[in-house]
């Protein structure tokens, strides 16, 4: 699982036989080639700084191109098609994930394309949901595995039974020909769009986007004829399919079900009148869809090794997202090591954070990336427009090593670091989003809770103070969408910190209602931190806060389960960082009370 911004990724299956109007009559499609093909939107994540760095960049004028783009890009989204090409793995359009392409008009260098298009990747936080008579709007979380901005190709994965979606084969390039007869299928605005036509025009050239020519053929009734090089492959195709935007990339399928190409365009002359101006559908060539596969063939390996070890399906994902050799390789892939990127850091470029941001992506347990990526969002909000969206990056990034990462190796760093950003005041007072509004909510409660031990305060005050603040982190979660695992990691730690108010080693004894409230907070505690060290299950933080649940419900009932569990959660945090002398302690401590 990622834990740092991404966008929304929705996809919607038809589940039954569908019967569509379609240029040249009306056209039947079976319901095995429907369930390959999904509907995708792009929306900025509310769990990620983007909305912080989006009302930043408002604030801000005069703005620059560079930041007029990534604005837009943020607020309006993008949304398109998408169908299967394998177990897990959907194909669509770059720029249907990258909420754009890269316009001409706007002058922006190589460079400043590809950290804009880093960016996009990086706040987003993709999902599907999927509509079926049986589970209608499920959602499954989704990624980006590689992208090709000059194919115009991008390669998801998506995290949810393999049945959902079923893969589509690819026609063999050599069978495509002018004449052909195909069938174009996405999803529309209006909903499931398919429409049938022909190939009118093989398109040879170089690059997906370059420039072609046009020209009349006596044969197509009014439609020009898209004419490219001379020689060289076939890169696009243009057909007669009549296309809706929202189809970009959907199929375009021959009478088989076969992938003959990938929807991405449609032309009209601009400045002719709309009755004179005919629809120019294109796609791209099946035979550069099956080069975009192969180049990600490490990516694609390691899918399947992980599918082959029983992980497949499940809520974590592994490969970061890659660009192709035709853009910069740290557009959204990182093959730097941590020395490189230090001195990277050092000299301010502005590559160091989306180069950090995809290594943490390869490896979420990459502490020494993440922590790297603290000091460069830190960095930044100290000269940069953008300074409160940077440091409530900071802030985030530094409270996942707080609570996931080894307790000596950036685990305590973390906790240093928001403990002085918390004490200096520099997040609370503009940390809108829900996640870190439970991290500081939770924060507060432990602050309170020692102040309130420290100064021997009346424990009856305290607890009240507290329970206020753990309903409005309860709330803040609720609204966080209950995806977060920092958030999540936050929550649990609120739990605890109230039940250990209540202990009767820290207040008056308790009766019998209060031993129950604090049985129900543990219990809370547990119902998400169960599922959260299973989905970390190499983080010793997140095995530690299961044993520090289980281990103080052993205590309160006298429950020896509970106590094994404890011991058996402590042990693997233990053996995660073996250099803890906390994790030592819990396990001596549960040794001597056994």
């Known amino acids: 699982m990622h834990y740092f911004p991404r966008s929304l990724l929705y996809i919607v299956l038809a589940s039954l036989l569908v019967v569509c109007s379609a240029r040249g009559g009306r056209t039947e499609v079976q319901v095995e080639t429907l369930a390959g093909i999904a509907r995708v939107e792009i929306n900025l994540d509310p769990f990620s700084y983007g ?21 837009r890009r943020l607020r309006e989204g993008s949304s398109g098609s998408a169908f299967c090409v394998g177990p897990e793995l959907l194909i669509t359009n770059a720029h249907v994930v990258l909420a754009g392409t890269r316009y001409t008009r706007i002058k922006l260098s190589p460079e400043q394309w590809a950290a804009l298009e880093a960016r996009i990747i990086a706040l987003t936080k993709p999902w599907i949901i999927v509509n079926s008579a049986g589970n209608p709007q499920a959602r499954y979380r989704a990624e ?11 390669l998801l994965r998506f995290y949810g039974p393999k049945e959902v979606l079923k893969p589509l084969p690819l026609l063999p390039a050599e069978q495509l020909t002018k004449g052909l007869p195909v069938m174009v299928a996405g999803y529309a605005a209006e909903g499931l769009w398919v429409a049938r036509g022909e190939i ?50 959907g199929p375009v399928l021959d009478r088989q079900g076969r992938v003959a190409g990938v929807a991405y365009g449609l032309l009209k002359r601009s400045g002719a009148p709309e009755e004179s101006s005919p629809q ?29 070890e029983g992980n497949g399906g499940s809520a974590t994902p592994s490969p970061a997202p890659s660009s192709s050799s035709n853009s910069p390789a740290w557009a959204a892939n990182s093959g730097e090591d941590l020395g490189a990127l230090q001195r990277m850091l050092e000299r301010n470029d502005i590559k160091t954070i989306p180069l950090l941001e995809a290594r943490i992506r390869r490896n979420r347990y990459d502490y020494p990336a993440r922590a790297l990526l603290v000091q460069a969002h830190y960095q930044e909000s100290r000269f940069n427009m953008q300074a409160k969206a940077h440091l409530l990056a900071a802030f985030y990034q530094a409270a996942w090593l707080a609570y996931f990462a080894p307790e000596n190796n950036f685990g305590e760093s973390g906790r240093s670091f928001i403990a002085d ?31 309130a031990l420290k100064t021997e305060a009346d424990m009856a005050t305290a607890q009240s103070a507290l329970e206020a603040l753990l309903a409005s982190a309860e709330q803040a979660y609720e609204r966080a969408g209950r995806t977060d695992p920092v958030a999540t990691a936050a929550l649990i730690q609120a739990y605890i910190t109230l039940e250990q108010a209540f202990d009767p080693g820290t207040s008056p004894a308790g009766n019998k209602d209060l031993i ?3 049985r129900k907070l543990l219990q809370k505690a547990l119902a998400l931190a169960q599922p959260g060290a299973a989905q970390l299950e190499a983080s010793p933080g997140a095995q530690a806060r299961l044993g520090l649940a289980y281990a103080r ?16 959660a402590f042990e693997k945090a233990a053996n995660l960082d073996p250099g803890s002398a906390t994790l030592r302690e819990a396990l ?3 040794e001597h009370a056994s």
């Open 516 to 518: 129950e409230r604090r």
């Open 588 to 590: 001596a401590l549960l």
């Open 51 to 71: 909305p912080a760095l989006e009302k930043e960049i408002s604030r801000q004028k005069p703005r620059t191109t560079f930041e007029k783009e990534l604005l």
């Open 144 to 154: 980006v595995i590689a992208f090709d901005v000059e194919k115009d190709l991008a």
């Open 553 to 568: 419900l052993g205590r309160l009932e006298n429950n020896r389960e509970a106590l094994d569990r404890a011991r058996q």
């Open 200 to 249: 009118i025009s093989l398109i040879r050239g170089q690059k997906v986007a370059e420039s072609a020519v046009l020209k009349r053929d006596p044969k197509q009734d009014k439609i020009p004829i898209i004419v490219g090089a001379a020689d060289g492959e076939i890169i696009r195709i243009q057909h007669s399919a009549t296309t809706d935007a929202g189809v970009s990339g």
């Open 421 to 451: 950003l918390v004490g200096r005041d520099e997040v609370a007072s503009y940390a809108q989003t829900p996640g870190a509004k439970t991290i500081l909510l939770s924060l507060q409660m432990e602050v309170q809770f020692r102040q």
């Open 280 to 308: 120019l559908n294109l796609a791209i060539a099946v035979n550069v869809l099956e080069k975009f596969l192969r180049e990600q063939s490490a990516a694609l390996e390691a899918i399947e090794q992980e599918a082959s």
